[in-house]
């Protein structure tokens, strides 16, 4: 085996244009045929890798250009479709493969950490009933409409969506899925030591394993304007719920999202020392209406953390 990549399809609909939307998960190559870049590419060598051809590449360039091929049964000619992924920005080796299978960079994301050693519970945290639901998604969606690749299909998933409202209106709420990592790195020396410290403390070897971390994923966030507290109070009052001490979140640097928590510095000691994660979101645009794709460059993406994590 040459490689491998997982293409995750997902119904998407952006400026009105119906569309499906691949999302690249779990590539690798093989160590024999891998090269060794010494530096990040700059934009203009980047475009200079799409004229480039590997074994992998031209097996498994006709999928990126028509992934619709990978379904069953009959499929709708030239029927408009993206191909994307998030592409670490040190991860030099998928950047190149990434350009040479047509992806381009339409923004940046940051990947990033909330914890609480000792959550305190908050009584105003409620789950979301049946008969409730269709409103708060029309705020989660109102919230959201001008990002790109917003998907609201697993909002609710396992009666997990939880709110705080005043006023019987919701102002903070959260998807939350459970994810449990096997860690082979940290990511730097500095982390590491202090995730095999904190693992010899007896009052936190149960929550920190230097070999294993489980975390929760916060999805499809709200708040509305005014309601940060709040929304910290729903974040660590979750964690407490589920008896985790550790949460991730992911979101397009240009977003008004991820401006909220830049602003408000409460993420936590694992932030502090971890600090944030980035990576380009790197698009190929099949049969796509030129006036649809600016929608990409000018629009921030919505990052779905479980999705990526």
Known sequence: MLGSGGFCNKPTETAGIAHDSWLIRYFSIKAPIRGVPKKRKAKADLKDENKRTTVLGRFIQPVFADPAQLREGETQADQPAIVFAIVDQTNLRSMNFSAQMGLETVGSMAAFTFSRLRPRRSNRIETVEENQ????????REFYKE????????????DDYFVIKEGGRMVAGIQVY???WKVVDFGNKLTNRAASLFGKIPSLSKRINKDEISFL?????YCEPGYEKLLYELMEGVLERKKHFLAMMMMDLESDLYALFKEKKKLGILHKIQGNSYADIRVRFIHMPDAVKKHFFDRPTYIPTYDNS
Do not use: G, H, M, W
Not at 147 to 158: H, P
């Open 147 to 158: 990002y790109t690749l917003f998907y609201s299909d697993n909002i609710f998933n396992n």
């Open 133 to 140: 639901r269709a409103n708060i998604l029309k705020q989660i």
């Open 217 to 221: 994923a916060f999805d499809a966030i």
């Open 178 to 180: 459970p994810v449990t």
